[in-house]
Nanobody, 122 residues
Framework: QVQLVESGGGLVQAGASLRLSCAAS????????MGWFRQAPGKEREFVAA????????NYADSVKGRFTISRDNAKNTVYLQMNSLKPEDTAVYYC???????????????WGKGTLVTVSS
């Protein structure tokens, strides 16, 4: 099973940017789609973004479209989430996940990281 380790979270002011990284173990990283999810305090985990196994296709939640960008570097076994124009409502623990599918979809996630906390102050 793949191991996923997120990094890059922190405390920022509204309007700032952060880039999250997720490093994956194993040799099959480039064979699967990847995704980012988040869970705010007292709320259910929600989909943020996904990227196909090649990186050509992406998919975003409406709440982050135009502000967040997901990308991947298959040579480095790493997926990124560039977050711009952050808002207080983006405050959450952000999780990286691997999908058993190859397309950019919120579904089919079988492995999860432990998460990284992003706090956006107003």
């Amino acid at each position: 099973q793949v191991q996923l380790v997120e990094s890059g979270g922190g405390l920022v002011q509204a309007g700032a940017s952060l880039r999250l990284s997720c490093a994956a173990s194993g040799r099959t990283f480039s064979s699967y789609a990847m995704g980012w999810f988040r869970q705010a305090p007292g709320k259910e985990r929600e989909f943020v973004a996904a990227i196909s196994y090649t990186g050509v296709s992406t998919n975003y939640a409406d709440s982050v479209k135009g502000r967040f960008t997901i990308s991947r570097d298959n040579a480095k076994n790493t997926v990124y989430l560039q977050m711009n124009s952050l808002k207080p409502e983006d405050t959450a623990v952000y999780y990286c996940a691997r999908s058993l599918r190859i397309d950019a979809t919120p579904y089919g996630m079988d492995s999860w990281g432990k998460g990284t906390l992003v706090t956006v102050s107003s």
